[in-house]
């Protein structure tokens, strides 16, 4: 009998299960809340007991089992295994959560940030098809990313590489939160997009459908610009047309340091499929260097929402199993 | 007794060679003249005749010689040891160097790109002391670039990777050779400082001291920028420092990226040593996010010149005499 891999992914809402066999397919995925009243010990206990169901649900043993992967918000402490803090789950603070899931499971664990997790998911089971090398976007509130090379994710050396979100693209640009200036997120994440669009409307007294939106929802997000922008309004395109050049941008600076095998697009702005695909290949190809071709394949993610659980089933599956 | 690598930097005018022992010291470096009018057997039997003599001069027979590790400029097929072409040498078309020089000497040889053996032996023998993750700048004509992550040269997946002087910095500005606008090596490398000083000279008529280097010279180098702003001249500091703002700018981005253990800069601006250093990790810490403090190290490369051919010879210590 194949053996598996067990993927926890801890959210601030949920935390999902998967399994992962020795074939790179993952299995089982379903989710539990996040206990937020009953502090780390709560936490633990679920993350345990939803372990156990996947088990008990496909008739495994320890024996069947390599090793468990838990992806966690960060910040972390990766050499230790513990989570340092977990933004609105109080009792989250100094958690060596990788040794009390270990030890309630009596299996191996290991723990991996959950959107290197999520990179890791998509290089293994989605876009990446498990070779060579890929980075990952992920438009969200800001842009995050994750690296994997040669089937390895890139830590840094200080565990605070992999922020492709904190480029300086603009050095006169849009201040950053993180204190920097012109970072690339500032210009492509759906937040910074939908600001874009809010302020072009209530400051510049642009006209647009998303007005309407304004009015009823008393706010604008990414999709309500994609679908404006599908819809024919000329700001809502305006505004989507300069998220994705800039994304491009980001595109083709990867090209120029990593020059991966792909570059995936993931989080909720790629649910937009191609009407993102579109302007930012557009805008890649143009701003692309002409001393070559561009070689490296852009591509929306495959795994969806499940990319976080099924990568750090993953990053167990290497830590654990890959050497057979 | 101890066994050595050897390395062979082939340059457009001379040829270097190098041996390095099982402690990584680097010892009985001299150079050849690149033969320049008998074609590729020309020149691969000077580098033969070189590296026959560096194992003469130390009583080396092929038994105490692990391997030979080759740096050439590109393009190369590195996979197959080819040389694609080489500016200034003719006959240097499509030529199987590795093999040849193997052949020629029956030793295991090894061919990796110039740029990036020189950034090896950076990481091997000098400032990287040999462990972690380096990146290195090379600030000539250009902005070349090598990256060391966990001892592992990165080439990316079509060996057009590790080209950061060619990251966008400035989306809207001065237009590169490469066909994109506004790359990271049209603000500091140091052509184009030395041009945006004779642009301002010349073209702005603004006053300088720099005048009499370009009436008696015609031109402008780094060195007489570095040197007239020693003296005091107020262009050549306001030239100097605007390099070193981009400068900084590309090492934040770089630790956004990679978050290394060191970033070395080298080629012939950093001779200037600390009076390119102090400028540069001011601007470093201004830009740098405010999340951490810096934790990537900036330096200096200690190699110079040699650096090439200690780190071609270390490309063949990795490839043939690591595992032992």
């Known amino acids: 009998m194949s053996k598996y891999c067990i993927g926890v992914d801890l959210g601030g809402t949920f935390i999902k299960f998967a399994l992962l066999d020795e074939d790179r ?7 539990l809340p996040t206990p937020a009243g009953r502090g780390s010990a709560g936490v633990v206990e679920q993350m345990v007991r939803g372990a156990r169901k996947l088990m008990g649900d496909h008739g495994l043993r320890a024996a069947d089992v390599h090793g468990v992967g838990i992806g966690a918000p960060g910040p972390l402490d990766l050499d230790n295994g513990v989570v340092i803090a977990m933004p609105n789950v109080p009792g989250m603070e100094n958690v060596p959560l990788r040794n009390l899931v270990s030890d309630g499971l009596h299996l191996p664990a290991v723990l991996e940030n959950d959107a290197n997790a999520a ?26 990313s994750g690296i994997v090379l040669n089937g390895r994710i890139h830590h840094g050396s200080h565990g ?23 970072c690339l ?20 007294g642009r006209a647009s459908s998303l007005q309407s939106v ?5 706010d604008i997000d990414a999709k309500d610009i994609s679908d404006a922008c599908r819809d024919g309004d000329e700001l809502a395109a305006y505004v989507w047309d300069n998220g994705a050049y800039y994304l491009a941008l980001g595109c083709v600076n990867i090209c120029r340091i990593f020059d991966p ?3 995936v697009l993931a989080g909720g702005m790629a649910r937009a499929g191609d009407e993102l695909m579109e302007p930012v290949t557009r805008h890649f190809r143009r701003l692309h260097w002409k001393l070559t071709e561009p070689k490296t394949r852009l591509a929306i993610a495959a795994l969806g929402s499940d990319a976080g659980v099924v990568g750090a089933a993953g990053v167990a599956w290497q830590k654990f199993a890959q050497k057979r």
């Open 25 to 31: 397919r993952a299995s089982g995925t379903f989710q």
């Open 119 to 144: 990179a890791y998911g998509e290089y293994l089971c989605g876009v990446g098809g498990g070779r060579g090398d890929m980075v990952m976007l992920t438009l969200g509130t800001g842009v995050g």
């Open 185 to 204: 997120e500032r210009y492509c994440s759906a937040t910074y997009i939908a600001r874009l669009a809010r302020r072009m409307i209530e400051k510049d």
């Open 261 to 263: 095998d792909e570059i």
């Open 160 to 182: 605070i590489g992999a922020e492709l979100g904190h480029m300086i693209v603009e050095p006169s640009g849009e201040k950053c939160g993180c204190g920097q200036q012109g």
């Open 214 to 218: 304004l009015d009823a929802k008393g």
